[in-house]
């Protein structure tokens, strides 16, 4: 057991500055990409514009999208007809409940596929871009959720019962705040232009504004000190 | 912690005479039933008539199916062109290695979707038909695996960690060998006859009789004493 990969690895790439960030970390640690995202008619099927974009400047060597449709199981702002909540202007998550923009199961759902292709791929390493510090409370973005699916992962499939790989499920961007997250990501040499995170665009195609994912993004760039080259274009327009 | 829920269960149901008896045992046990398919473009979709028909037999109140193509992710038989193996007589699978109809972490697949229902319909029960005694020898069946999944699943969901609901995995099948399967799912009032098991049906619709899937059927009809009603029907035609 432990044996090391040959240095490839599955990426989830949702299409955001997290998972854009994360995919530029992969790309410097010198792994061979293979991103993953997914079509789940969610109501911001625009981020796999952005998606394609991203994994097309990072020099992944396979983008695939895999199609189902998560409206049939509902639920959630994002899958159902449910009303994206807007705010104000504050963005104040403390003790507030797990917000109606969770989508049941959904990060489980994408390191199984992440998992099926890692087998297939050979590759021992998942990274996943989910932050336990500026984000919306979701539970399958926890520490302890990640470390039970690396566990887990480890018994399910043919390669680490045999012993030819093990699988480590990896989230770099866990303990950073948003700023850190995106000047991590310039760093890098991330276009965040490209990058998609409104949950609920208009009919102008424009971000809304204010949306918690739109908002997290607003407090990131604001305090990496960075203005947004997204709305930049958009108001450019 | 460890409320019971409202006795909803999620069986997945894949259209073979396990999952046809592991339906009818939560039926017994009272539970009130959400079947769960997968049309994933395996080779044999042929069965997925058959989790229709059981579905209906069984009296669910929704039978789902989800669609994708595992033929993007490849690594099987039953998802990629590879043959898929067949014995001239006998299953002697004792120290065999996983044989290539495993498909890469299809089980967590499935059962990751059977979460994300659970969690939206407030089904604290997930029922596989997985077993470890007549089997491949599949990771994924192992009692092991299926309690790591257990763990990660209460992790993983926003009702898990609010503390409404806990989630058990339940495979009742586990420690039965197939005679052992197929004389209970009788008793319960399954007509095997609406069920598929091979893997590799021939251009004519009939069962192959010489996968694995095949082999293990008729060993367990053979050691229920009784005869398969599906190639009675399809010897009648």
């Known amino acids: 057991m432990n044996q090391t990969d040959d240095r490839k690895a599955v990426v989830l790439l949702s299409g955001g500055v997290d998972s854009a960030t994360t995919l530029a970390i992969a790309r410097a640690e010198g792994f061979r990409l293979y991103a993953l995202s997914f079509d789940y008619h969610q109501r911001h099927r625009r981020e796999l514009e952005s998606a394609s974009i991203?994994?097309?400047?990072?020099?992944?060597?396979?983008?695939l999208v895999i199609t189902f449709d998560l409206r049939e199981i509902g639920g959630s702002a994002l899958?159902?007809?449910?009303?994206?909540?807007?705010?104000?202007?504050?963005?104040?998550?403390?003790n507030e409940p797990i917000p109606v923009t969770y989508v049941p199961a959904r990060n489980t759902i994408f390191l199984s596929f992440a998992l099926s292709?890692?087998?297939?791929?050979?590759?021992?390493t998942i990274f996943i871009g989910a932050n336990a510090v500026d984000y919306s409370g979701y539970p399958d973005c926890r520490p302890e959720y990640?470390?039970?699916?690396?566990?887990?992962?480890?018994?399910?499939?043919?390669?680490?019962?045999?012993?030819?790989?093990r699988f480590a499920i990896r989230a770099p961007l866990?303990?950073?705040?948003?700023?850190?997250?995106?000047?991590?990501?310039?760093?890098?040499?991330?276009?965040?232009?490209?990058?998609?995170?409104?949950?609920?665009?208009?009919?102008?195609?424009?971000?809304?504004?204010?949306?918690?994912?739109?908002?997290?993004?607003?407090?990131?760039f604001k305090e990496a000190g960075i203005r947004d080259p997204l709305l930049q274009f958009h108001r450019g327009k």
């Open 54 to 63: 991203i994994a097309s400047a990072l020099g992944v060597i396979k983008h």
């Open 79 to 94: 899958t159902a007809e449910i009303e994206v909540p807007k705010r104000k202007r504050k963005l104040e998550v403390k």
């Open 117 to 124: 292709w890692a087998e297939v791929l050979g590759a021992g």
């Open 146 to 165: 990640l470390k039970a699916f690396e566990a887990m992962a480890n018994l399910a499939t043919r390669v680490s019962v045999e012993g030819k790989l």
């Open 174 to 220: 866990l303990a950073m705040t948003k700023g850190e997250i995106l000047r991590k990501g310039m760093e890098l040499g991330c276009d965040f232009s490209s990058t998609w995170s409104c949950y609920d665009p208009g009919p102008d195609g424009k971000p809304c504004g204010k949306c918690d994912s739109c908002l997290y993004r607003a407090k990131g």
